[in-house]
């Protein structure tokens, strides 16, 4: 990597009272200032997998991209079951494109009540069980970064029978060109039986941003023995390059942790050399070190051309989120790397 993540602020980032806080995407907005677009959710229900029944993306601001943020509203709330994306909003990566903010998103719904969080019973209750099988990927636009918002009545990118992503989309990372085409990397599951098998990475492309999406290859952009999730992706002189969440450890050394890869035409990748992209041990701005549980969706700033804040969604817990009693969004500074 040609960057290095230096001692991040305590007091910085994005955290809500009440809420567990996660996918944090950050844009300029015309005013001047740094807009966070996050998921979050209530505590009264189980971080895993409260967000797949009850998230919604909300918009928070700060004078720094460092933060701390402040909430200012809920962007994509609630709207009905019989909305594709109408009882869960999550995953955003907010983007603007000339006068346009763009907002990929993961939507869900399910026909059944609202979650009682003293019966809720987590993964096997059926509201997470339609939830889970009814992630899409979407997009929301407006003129403004204070909205108003227009929503699409069907998603970007569903699933296809028979294919890697038969059962379903989510976690969009968008590379949007200058003439308004994207390169969409995604996440994916198939069906395996009546179950859903690992997760996995795939590429589309469309000619504008409005769509249509088209899924490039039969199969993942990455071998199965690669478990990712999370890509944030970019284009860069010589391609594109890519940054994803290393589920086992097995690629970049460490549980959790950052791999990052290059492709030439967002289609054939490659391991950097160098793969380890960023890791869960962080330094504080106090000189305290700490392993975070989490430190996932990464989310780059660039500005004038070059990254200088890594964002990432983080916990206090040791074994990842399932022991967390907080989650948030932070934001972690970058220098150049003179190697």
Known sequence: MKWNMLPAPKDGG??????????????????????????RWPK????????????????????TPE????????VLPARGAEYWDGRSTHNPHIVKHKDTYLLFYMGSTHPLAEPNPDTFEGLQDPKTIVARANKRIGLATAPSVFGPWTRRDAPILSTRPGKFDSFLTSNPAPSVSEDGSVLLIYKARKYEGHEHGKMTIGAA????????????????????????EDPFVWKSSDGYELIAKDMDGNICGEKYGGIHARSIDGLRWELSDTPHAYSRSIVWDDGTRTMLGNLERPFLLFEDGRPTHLFGAVSDGVKGFSDAKNTWNMAFPLEENPR
């Open 14 to 39: 994005f955290r809500m009272e009440g809420y567990w806080v996660w996918c944090g995407s950050v844009v300029k907005g015309e005013d001047g200032k740094y807009h966070m677009f996050a998921s």
């Open 44 to 63: 009264t229900l189980p971080m895993h997998p409260g967000w797949l029944v009850a998230s919604e993306i909300v918009r928070a601001v700060s004078d």
């Open 67 to 74: 933060g701390p943020y402040e909430f200012q509203e809920i």
């Open 205 to 228: 492309r469309a000619d504008h941003y409005e769509g249509p999406y088209r899924v490039m290859q039969e199969g993942p952009i990455f071998s199965s023995e690669y478990h990712l």
